[in-house]
């Protein structure tokens, strides 16, 4: 457990995981809310760049800060709240957490209403676009985690419409980007690539502007 929480494993945790994975693009049509998301599946690429953790769940996205984050479950840890595999109050941003040695930290978005919503992206000074201008594309990409079901009373659907319209947004800013479907059956998290093969946190670019390149 202290393997987890500790600050050496923390900068692991953070940090991207070195390897490449090249997945062909393919087209895949997401049916949402009686919308259609023509979607390519990204091929990954290896970079020294660090990941900034996006969480994108039905029209709202929340930009991790993974110091307060793991902070936080540090304590609770210490409080014995995340022993044998329980869900514990992570005391941010309505996330609940779950700590498995295998597996790292799993992330529970059960309330999302103090999260910004996507259109805050056209409003110049918002706290989102603020959050977002912070990563620097020198020094990090964002990675996100797509929530792919939804929710009663969201207006746009699953959380691939906030996912497109960021992600749109930070390419503007020179910002890659990469990403993975979540849901509450298997939720984000983040851990280090020695516990499992899945903790790989890749940028990724589009099928069609690889081939667009000479």
């Known amino acids: 457990m202290k393997n987890l929480i500790n600050i050496d494993s923390l900068t692991d945790i953070v940090s991207n995981s070195v390897g490449i994975l090249i997945i062909f693009a393919v087209i895949n049509l997401i049916h949402d809310n009686n919308k259609t998301y023509e979607?390519?599946?990204?091929?990954?690429?290896?970079?020294?760049?660090?990941?900034?953790?996006?969480i994108s769940k039905d029209d709202?996205?929340?930009?991790?800060?993974?110091?307060?984050?793991?902070?936080?479950?540090?304590?609770?840890?210490?409080?014995?709240?995340?022993?044998?595999?329980?869900?514990?109050?992570l005391g941010y941003k309505g996330l609940f957490a779950q700590i498995d040695e295998e597996k790292g930290v799993s992330f529970h978005a059960r309330g999302t209403d103090d999260w910004p919503k996507f259109t805050e992206l056209s409003k110049p000074g918002s706290d989102l676009q603020k959050q977002l201008q912070?990563?620097?594309?020198?020094?990090?990409f964002a990675y996100f985690f797509v929530y792919d079901e939804t929710n009663p009373g969201s207006s746009s659907g699953s959380g691939f419409e906030s996912f497109r319209e960021t992600r749109k947004y930070l390419q503007g800013r020179q910002v890659k980007s990469g990403w993975r479907p979540v849901s509450t059956d298997f939720p984000p998290g983040i851990c280090d690539l020695g516990y499992s093969s899945e903790c790989q946190y890749l940028?990724?670019?589009?099928?069609?502007?690889?081939?667009?390149?000479?």
């Open 60 to 89: 709202r996205l929340l930009v991790l800060d993974t110091e307060q984050i793991f902070s936080n479950a540090a304590q609770q840890a210490g409080k014995g709240a995340a022993s044998n595999k329980r869900i514990f109050d």
């Open 39 to 54: 979607l390519e599946i990204p091929i990954e690429h290896e970079t020294d760049l660090r990941p900034a953790y996006i």
């Open 134 to 140: 912070a990563i620097d594309p020198s020094q990090y």
């Open 203 to 214: 940028p990724s670019f589009l099928g069609s502007d690889a081939v667009a390149k000479p």
